[in-house]
C-alpha cells in the first residue's frame, strides 16, 4: 500500500490526508455519575440530550465541538477487561498549558484513577480510567517537525513522564479558570481487537488508514494523513477474543472525512471485500471483525446526527 500523503494519488486505496476524528460513544450505565464526571475532572459541558425509547442519549464537548456521548443502557453487563472493544480514547488538546489544567482537574476528581503518564516523542500523554472503567488518554502533540523515523517507521517511543513535573512548568490559574473554554477533541481512539492481522486488514485495507508503526510488541498504529495514529489496536489482553458481546463501554468509533467522494471510495472498498454497511448519505457504518462499530462521516455533523448513530 502506498505512503503517499499526496491528497489525491491514493484516494480510491487509503483515507484522506484530512481525516480526523469525532466523537466517541460510550454505553454507560449510570448516565448521571459519568456525565458528572466528564464534566467535573475532564471540563466537558453536556451540549444537546434526547431520549429514544428506555435510552437516553446525552452529547458532551467542548465548545460546540462534541467529544462525547454518553447512552444510558443500564440493563447491559459491566465491561469484561479481556474483549474486544476500547483500550483508551485520546482526547487532544491544543497545547501543554490546556492539557496541564485538564490533568489537573482529572487527578483531583475522586472518580479518576490515575493509570500513568509517558512521553511518545511525538506527544506527551497522561491515562485514566473514568468511573465505569473505560480507559482515558489526555494529550497533547509535539511538533511534527520534531518527529522522528527510522526503518521506514515512525519512531514513537514509551519513557516516563513525570506528571509532578509537568503540572509545575505548564498549570496555570487561568487555564483552569477556563474550563471547556479551552478547545478539546478526540485525537485518536485505541481498541482492544482479537488478532492484529485481522485489524489491519479491517482498519488498514478496508476502512483506508495506513499504518505509521507495526513493529511495537501486540500492536498496530495507523492514521490518515502522516498523524502518528488516528487508531491503534492491541491484544494485550484480548488476544484470541471472538465477537464482542453486548456489554456497557464502547458503542461507536467515529471518524470524518473531507467529502462525498472519499465516502463513495470507501463504500467500493467495503463492496470489494464483502463487509456489510448502512450509507445515508453523509455518512457510512459498518462493524469491524469483532462487532465494534464505526461510523466514516461528512464535516459539519450535527449534534442530531451524532445523537442518531
Same mark, same amino acid.
Given at each position: 500500500?502506498?505512503?503517499?500523503?499526496?491528497?489525491?494519488?491514493?484516494?480510491?486505496?487509503?483515507?484522506?490526508?484530512?481525516?480526523?476524528?469525532?466523537?466517541?460513544?460510550?454505553?454507560?450505565?449510570?448516565?448521571?455519575?459519568?456525565?458528572?464526571? +466528564?464534566?467535573?475532572?475532564?471540563?466537558?459541558?453536556?451540549?444537546?440530550?434526547?431520549?429514544?425509547? @428506555?435510552?437516553?442519549?446525552?452529547?458532551?464537548?467542548?465548545?460546540?465541538?462534541?467529544?462525547?456521548? *454518553?447512552?444510558?443502557?443500564?440493563?447491559?453487563?459491566?465491561?469484561?477487561?479481556? #474483549?474486544?472493544?476500547?483500550?483508551?480514547?485520546?482526547? &487532544?488538546?491544543?497545547?501543554?498549558?490546556?492539557?496541564?489544567?485538564?490533568?489537573?482537574? $482529572?487527578? #483531583?476528581?475522586?472518580?479518576?484513577?490515575?493509570?500513568?503518564?509517558?512521553?511518545?516523542?511525538?506527544?506527551?500523554?497522561? +491515562?485514566?480510567?473514568?468511573?465505569?472503567? =473505560?480507559?482515558?488518554?489526555?494529550?497533547? %502533540?509535539?511538533?511534527?517537525?520534531?518527529?522522528?523515523? $527510522?526503518?521506514?517507521? &515512525?519512531?514513537?517511543?514509551?519513557?516516563?513522564? %513525570?506528571? =509532578?513535573?509537568? &503540572? @509545575?512548568?505548564? /498549570?496555570?490559574?487561568?487555564? /483552569?479558570?477556563?474550563?471547556?473554554?479551552?478547545?478539546?477533541?478526540?485525537?485518536?481512539?485505541?481498541?482492544?481487537?482479537?488478532?492484529?492481522?485481522?485489524?489491519?486488514?479491517?482498519?488498514?485495507d478496508t476502512l483506508g488508514f495506513e499504518a505509521t508503526v507495526r513493529g511495537?510488541?501486540?500492536?498496530?498504529?495507523?492514521?490518515?494523513?502522516?498523524?502518528?495514529?488516528?487508531?491503534?489496536? =492491541?491484544?494485550? =489482553?484480548? $488476544?484470541?477474543?471472538?465477537?464482542?458481546?453486548?456489554?456497557?463501554? &464502547? $458503542? %461507536?468509533?467515529?471518524?470524518?472525512?473531507?467529502?462525498?467522494?472519499? *465516502?463513495?471510495?470507501?463504500?467500493?472498498? *467495503?463492496?470489494?471485500?464483502?463487509?456489510e454497511f448502512s450509507d445515508d448519505g453523509r455518512a457510512i457504518t459498518a @462493524?469491524?471483525?469483532?462487532?465494534?462499530?464505526?461510523?466514516?462521516?461528512?464535516?459539519?455533523?450535527?449534534?442530531?446526527?451524532? *445523537?442518531?448513530?
Amino acid at each position: 500500500m502506498s505512503t503517499s500523503t499526496d491528497p489525491r494519488v491514493t484516494t480510491d486505496q487509503v483515507l484522506h490526508p484530512d481525516t480526523v476524528m469525532d466523537a466517541v460513544t460510550l454505553r454507560v450505565g449510570d448516565l448521571e455519575r459519568m456525565s458528572s464526571y +466528564y464534566a467535573d475532572a475532564l471540563a466537558m459541558e453536556p451540549i444537546e440530550e434526547r431520549t429514544r425509547g @428506555r435510552e437516553v442519549h446525552r452529547v458532551l464537548g467542548r465548545g460546540t465541538t462534541p467529544m462525547m456521548r *454518553l447512552v444510558h443502557t443500564p440493563d447491559l453487563p459491566e465491561t469484561d477487561p479481556r #474483549q474486544p472493544g476500547l483500550f483508551h480514547t485520546a482526547f &487532544l488538546f491544543d497545547d501543554p498549558t490546556s492539557l496541564a489544567a485538564t490533568v489537573y482537574r $482529572a487527578a #483531583q476528581d475522586p472518580a479518576s484513577r490515575f493509570v500513568g503518564s509517558s512521553d511518545h516523542s511525538v506527544s506527551e500523554a497522561f +491515562y485514566f480510567a473514568d468511573p465505569e472503567g =473505560n480507559g482515558i488518554e489526555l494529550y497533547t %502533540d509535539r511538533d511534527r517537525s520534531l518527529w522522528l523515523h $527510522a526503518g521506514g517507521e &515512525l519512531r514513537m517511543d514509551t519513557t516516563y513522564l %513525570d506528571p =509532578n513535573a509537568f &503540572l @509545575r512548568e505548564h /498549570l496555570t490559574q487561568d487555564a /483552569l479558570d477556563a474550563g471547556a473554554a479551552l478547545a478539546g477533541r478526540v485525537g485518536h481512539v485505541h481498541l482492544q481487537v482479537g488478532d492484529i492481522g485481522r485489524a489491519g486488514s479491517f482498519y488498514l485495507d478496508t476502512l483506508g488508514f495506513e499504518a505509521t508503526v507495526r513493529g511495537y510488541p501486540g500492536a498496530l498504529f495507523a492514521s490518515a494523513g502522516g498523524y502518528h495514529h488516528h487508531v491503534a489496536m =492491541n491484544v494485550w =489482553n484480548s $488476544a484470541g477474543a471472538g465477537p464482542r458481546a453486548a456489554t456497557l463501554g &464502547l $458503542a %461507536d468509533v467515529a471518524v470524518t472525512v473531507p467529502g462525498r467522494d472519499d *465516502l463513495d471510495a470507501l463504500a467500493a472498498r *467495503l463492496r470489494a471485500r464483502s463487509v456489510e454497511f448502512s450509507d445515508d448519505g453523509r455518512a457510512i457504518t459498518a @462493524r469491524d471483525p469483532w462487532g465494534t462499530q464505526v461510523t466514516v462521516s461528512l464535516p459539519g455533523t450535527t449534534t442530531d446526527e451524532v *445523537l442518531a448513530r
